[in-house]
C-alpha cells in the first residue's frame, strides 16, 4: 500500500511557475512508477507526466511539453512536478499517482494509487 500526499498547488499568474510535490509513504518508492494527472471542471482526469521507477525516463502531455518537468528523488519517496510559463487552461486540481512495478503509461486506469490532488488556479 502506498499513500500520496500532494503539496505546492495554489494560485499564479499567467506566465508564473509553481513546483508540485508528492510525497509517498512506505519504503518500495523506488519500486513504483510515479506520474502526474490533472482535472479541469466539466473535464475528464487527463495525462500530464510520468517518470520511471530509476527517474531516467520520462513522458509529457502535448500540452505541457517544454514547459513542465517531472522529477523524483528516490531517497526523500518525493516526485515533484516543476510547471514553468503557466497558463490559464493548466488550471485544474492536479493528483500524483503511482504504479506498481511496471513502465511508464499515459493511461490513468493502469495507476493503482492516487494522492487526493492539489489545486492550481492560474489567473489571466
Known amino acids: 500500500q502506498v499513500q500520496l500526499v500532494e503539496s505546492g498547488g495554489g494560485l499564479v499568474q499567467a506566465g508564473g511557475s509553481l513546483r508540485l510535490s508528492c510525497a509517498a509513504s512506505g519504503r518500495t518508492f523506488s519500486t513504483y512508477a510515479m506520474g502526474w494527472f490533472r482535472q479541469a471542471p466539466g473535464k475528464e482526469r487527463e495525462f500530464v507526466a510520468a517518470?520511471?521507477?530509476?527517474?531516467?525516463?520520462?513522458h509529457y502531455a502535448d500540452s505541457v511539453k517544454g514547459r513542465f518537468t517531472i522529477s523524483r528523488d528516490n531517497a526523500k519517496n518525493t516526485v515533484y512536478l516543476q510547471m514553468n510559463s503557466l497558463k490559464p487552461e493548466d488550471t485544474a486540481v492536479y493528483y500524483c499517482t503511482a504504479r506498481r512495478p511496471m513502465g511508464i503509461t499515459t493511461s490513468l486506469y493502469e495507476y493503482d494509487y492516487w494522492g487526493q490532488g492539489t489545486q492550481v488556479t492560474v489567473s489571466s
Open positions: 517518470i520511471s521507477r530509476s527517474g531516467v525516463n520520462t
